[in-house]
T-cell receptor, first 112, second 115 residues
Framework: GENVEQHPSTLSVQEGDSAVIKCTYS??????FPWYKQELGKRPQLIIDIRSNVGEKKDQRIAVTLNKTAKHFSLHITETQPEDSAVYFCAASLNTGNQFYFGTGTSLTVIP | GAVVSQHPSWVICKSGTSVKIECRSL??????MFWYRQFPKQSLMLMATSNEGSKATYEQGVEKDKFLINHASLTLSTLTVTSAHPEDSSFYIC???????????FGDGTRLSIL
């Protein structure tokens, strides 16, 4: 089955700096890669996603890049704000079937 | 946007009790629902995938007789933790999708505490 690895597990940045979280996946058949933000005790919320036919996608301060050859994708948050502090999960979806496999999560702290 | 309602949000009960958790898609018909378990400061671990009208597909290591899943309609799936014990204490979250390869919409989760 699919194996998704995520790094780093914790990340602290100063407000206004950029944050980058990286994920790798093992199954080349995966073709959909969402990113979720989860605040403590709350539901994961989709913040951005990318499909395998696209190399990069941007939405305001958030961007995601995908390297299919290397099987890794990254989340980039620019001009970080304290409200960006949360746990971020990457995920990969197989081409067949509906399972999403999540990374281990990154706890992001933005220091004011 | 798509809304998934999960109930109850918090359950505290004695060891040996069976607990039922409901997951409803409120404004769309969910072809598939998923059940996850999340321990503190850890990732979401997929327990099972549930399609309406068919038996759930369980992930390796998940006891199907322990975690009973019923997906009777396109808007409702239930997870029953049978004869719960303290080690079953966890945060259980459901999610639903309208069709494959689309974003999952999550419920608010259920915090289960077994005494």
């Amino acid at each position: 089955g699919e194996n998704v690895e995520q790094h780093p597990s914790t990340l602290s940045v100063q407000e206004g700096d950029s944050a980058v979280i990286k994920c790798t996946y093992s199954d080349s058949a995966s073709n959909y890669f969402p990113w979720y933000k989860q605040e403590l005790g709350k539901r994961p919320q989709l913040i951005i996603d990318i499909r395998s036919n696209v190399g990069e996608k941007k939405d305001q301060r958030i961007a995601v890049t995908l390297n299919k050859t290397a099987k890794h994708f990254s989340l980039h948050i620019t001009e970080t704000q304290p409200e960006d502090s949360a746990v971020y999960f990457c995920a990969a979806s197989l081409n067949t079937g509906n399972q999403f496999y999540f990374g281990t999560g990154t706890s992001l702290t933005v220091i004011p | 946007g798509a809304v998934v309602s999960q109930h109850p949000s918090w359950v505290i009960c004695k060891s040996g009790t069976s607990v039922k958790i409901e997951c409803r898609s409120l404004d769309f018909q969910a072809t598939t629902m998923f059940w996850y378990r999340q321990f503190p400061k850890q990732s979401l671990m997929l327990m099972a995938t549930s399609n309406e009208g068919s038996k759930a597909t369980y992930e390796q290591g998940v006891e199907k007789d322990k975690f009973l899943i019923n997906h009777a309609s396109l808007t409702l799936s239930t997870l029953t933790v049978t004869s719960a014990h303290p080690e079953d204490s966890s945060f259980y979250i459901c999610s639903a999708i309208f069709y494959s390869n689309q974003p999952q919409h999550f419920g608010d989760g259920t915090r289960l505490s077994i005494l």
